[in-house]
Structure formats: structure tokens, C-alpha cells
């Protein structure tokens, strides 16, 4: 059986939030991130979805959110990403330690990961050790852990920063990683294998409980390159402030089939393709319990809002366009932050 096309990196993280305009102001103002899409939960059509991500929405860049009100607060734990990663240009971790500070955002000291105590894996065929790295963990207003890493960009990175609020050369710059929390490693890591990532090395987590060993797992990349897993006893459950799934890419619908088909292989129950407008998904639950997304490419953000347009209204997936009205009155009035610079066109 032919290995399936491995995976470049992580396509997007889809996360529970509670209130709206809390969620824009945060994500948007605090963050700098540019709001590509403003839509519905496609099963739930009274919530928003809002998605986060670069100037022009590419693939490895999208934080989105289901910002459900009432909900109550989850737990971080086993059956869930743990932590969701950006990458960020090295030497601006002081700018975004003065930013959390004028904002009021809920940080952590600094953490070096990868640097001393590595053991850099066996298995690593290509040779690639991590690299030490410097690392600003966070919380946005629902408690979600999000962290920033300071990472050395090349030249033909394919992020294109939003620079509304945050300068160009300080700018959020897509996914780095996430961090899966399982019960027992091996089955998870083991798809992760499958999927295209190699195992580079494991550490003693400096960074999180005690006594944490934390295995880190690559693709392709630059964007969101990296998967660590950490064993972890105690369950998660999920709410607001939690990771809902994280899908990784499969850029066409031939390397999603095969992707598929090598994860019914591995024992676990894939959905057929959906189609969720601005990507066809599969889903699938991985051994360890967190909710996977296998996401094409196209048709991407630019499909049903020209570029410059991105985000600007709310847009209605097909099916859902014949009850806008409805709709409409049922979400929270909100207002996307501006910049004070930029002068209304609208
Ligand atoms: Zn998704």
C-alpha cells in the first residue's frame, strides 16, 4: 500500500470562546491578526465562527473560534491540544512582553526549550535536531493557553502579516506548533509517523508540570512545522478556553484520500470529505482522543470575498444564504477593531 502524500504542517486550529466582541478585540487589536472570514458555525447556525489568520488566509495560519456565550470554562488535559503555538520574528519577544503588558494579557516568564538536556531521537533519519528556541506562554481572555516563539523566518516565508496593529517585523507569523496531551504516547505518535512528521527529539519540559517529556514531531513546514506530545494522566474537558480539533493540511483532494485511507489503516473511523466552503475535511478522533482535521488548499478564504474585502461582512456558507435574515437576528451584535489610522472606507 503506497504511503500517503505526508502532510506539510497544520492547515488551522479551531478553538471554544465565550463572548464575541471579547474574542474580536483580543485576537484582532491585542494579537494583530487580520479577521479573514466572519461566518456561522455550519452546525450550529445561532454562534459565530470567527477565523484569525494572515493578510491573505494561507494555509498554516488560521486560529478560529466558535465564541459561544454560556459556555462554562473547560479543562486543559489528555484528549486535547494543550497549547497552540505562533511563530513570531526572533528579537521581538520584548515588544510582545511590553504589548501584554499595556494590554493587561495574562503571561508567563519565558522558556527555553530544546536547549541543554535535548535527546535528540534515534529514529531521525534526516539527522534534524531541534533547535533551541524561546518561548512567551500566554492566555487570552478565556483562559485558552497560547504561546509565542521566536523563530528565525526565511526570506520567502509564505506569511504575509497583517499590519494593522502590530509592525510587520513583529508580527504573529502562523502556527509554529500545537502540543497534544494523551494518556499513552505511543499509538499518537506513531499516526503522527504515518502523517509525515519525524520524530526529532524529546526533552524534561521546563515549561510545563514537572517532569513532563515532551517529543517533538516535524513536517515540511516553515508553517505550523511542529507537533509535540506530551503523556498526560488527567482528562481534559472540553469548554471555553479549549482547543476543539486541529487540522492539518492535505493540499489536494487526491493527498486527502490517501491520507484517509492510511488513517483507516491505523485502526481509527475518518469521516467521508465535507465540504466546509472554504475547504473539503475529513474528521477523524486519533488514538489518543483529539479531534483531527485532514483540510484541502482550495477553494481557501478568497473564494466568496476578494482579498482586500476579507472578513468585512458576514458570509453565509450556500445552504444558509436563503435564511440570512434569520439568522442575522439571531448573533450577538459585533464590531471588528480598527485602527485609528486607518481611515474608514466603508
Ligand atoms: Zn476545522
Redesign the pocket.
Known sequence: MADPTPTPGI??V?CIAGDPQENLDFWVETLGLRLVKRSINQDDAGTYHFFYADTEGTPGTSM?FFPWGDMTRGTVGSGQVSRTAFRVPEGSLDYWEGRFDEHGVDYDDRVERFGSGVRSASENASGEAPRAETVLPFRDPDGLPVELVAVETPDDDPVDPWTEFVPAERAIRGFHSVTLRVTDPRPSEELLATMGFERVGTERSRGDTPGDERTRFAAEGPVGKYVDVIPTVEAGRQGRGTV??V?FRTPTDEDQESMRRAVRREGLRPTQQID?HWFR?V?FREHGGVLF?L?TTDPGYTTDEPPDDLGGRLVLPGKFEDRREEIEAGLADVTVPRAETAEADD
Do not use: Q
Open positions: 492547515h488551522h479551531t478560529t476543539h480539533h487540522a466546509r475535511s474528521y482535521e483540510a
